[in-house]
């Protein structure tokens, strides 16, 4: 029982990528007869039974590398597709620009055009992340608003999707002594 499904193309459209609950298959000539379905493993971490992922996924330009979320661990798994062993875990819960991020959730990643940078959104805290795929490394981290959830890129723009409309913020108490103490006291 999957509660999510989700596909990505490599570009040559031979291959496919279907990301579900815990497990993720690629597929080879995918319109013939007999494709080939090679089963991808996200990593287990701790006492789960299986790994966790969110069904963001996009290839490398060349076709060498699978990038996929990895959902609640905050991470972007990187799968070499040959063999498809696990190369890499980027972490998302690291510092930029002198503030440190916790408990990210990586939802969708997409990869620039020249395949030197991977795009992540992170629902948790509200951006999208900036990796070096070369490095493996967070370069940098742009707010997006609200519970980012999907990522296309064109060009040389990436357009991230939301799901909620505003991002609120906490409403200082008052410092006019006319005012209720306790802020708002009705919905604003």
């Given at each position: ?45 701790g006492s ?98 609200r519970y980012?959830?999907?990522l296309a ?36």
């Amino acid at each position: 029982n999957f509660d999510e499904i989700r596909f990505d193309f490599y570009r040559d459209g031979n291959t496919l990528f279907v990301a579900s609950d815990g497990v993720g298959q690629i597929i080879t000539d995918w319109r013939a007869v007999k494709p080939v379905v090679t089963t991808v493993n996200p990593p287990v971490a701790g006492s789960k039974k299986r790994g966790s992922n969110a069904g963001g996924a996009d290839f490398s330009p060349d076709g060498r590398r699978l990038y996929w979320s990895s959902g609640d661990s905050g991470a972007v798994y990187v799968f070499d597709v040959n063999s498809p062993a696990n190369i890499a875990q980027i972490s998302l819960n690291t510092e930029v620009g002198g503030r440190k991020y916790e408990d990210s959730y990586a939802v969708d990643v997409k990869v620039s055009a020249d395949g030197k940078h991977l795009y992540c959104a992170d629902v948790t805290n509200f951006r999208m992340v900036v990796i070096d795929a070369e490095r493996r490394q967070v370069v940098g981290s742009v707010p997006v608003g609200r519970y980012p959830y999907a990522l296309a890129v064109v060009g040389d723009k990436v357009y991230a999707a939301n799901i909620g409309l505003f991002e609120y913020s906490p409403i200082p108490p008052p410092t006019d002594p006319r005012f209720d103490k306790r802020g708002v006291t009705f919905p604003p």
